[in-house]
C-alpha cells in the first residue's frame, strides 16, 4: 500500500507595501477568500495532486507519489504569476507531518 505525501502551502493576503511596490489595487477580503478557493481548485487539476484542502491560510496538498518540495513548487509556480500575483503572495512550501 502506497503512502500519501503532505504539503503545506503557505499563502498570504497582498499587503499594502506589495500594492506601493507594485502599482496594483488591494483585493478586498471577500475576494481574497475566492482567489484562495480558486487556488484550491486550480491545484486539483495538477495531475500530481491528488487532494488540497484550505487549513487557515494554508493549502495541505496531498500527493500520492513521493516529491520533493521543490518539483512541486516548480510545479505550482505557474499559479503565482502574471495576474495570480496580483491575488495572493506564495510564503512556503514545507512537507507536512
Known amino acids: 500500500m502506497e503512502m500519501s505525501v503532505k504539503f503545506e502551502l503557505c499563502i498570504r493576503e497582498l499587503s499594502q507595501s506589495d500594492a506601493d511596490q507594485g502599482k496594483i489595487l488591494l483585493p478586498e477580503s471577500h475576494e481574497y477568500a475566492m482567489y484562495l478557493d480558486a487556488l484550491i481548485d486550480d ?12 487549513s487557515g491560510n ?36 514545507l512537507p507536512k507531518t
Open 43 to 54: 491545484l486539483r487539476s495538477v495531475p500530481v495532486i491528488v487532494a488540497s484542502e484550505r
Open 58 to 93: 494554508s493549502i495541505v496538498i496531498e500527493m500520492q507519489t513521493p516529491f520533493e518540495a521543490k518539483d512541486l513548487k516548480e510545479m505550482i509556480k505557474p499559479y503565482f504569476s502574471n495576474e495570480k500575483f496580483n491575488q495572493y503572495r506564495f510564503v512556503s512550501l
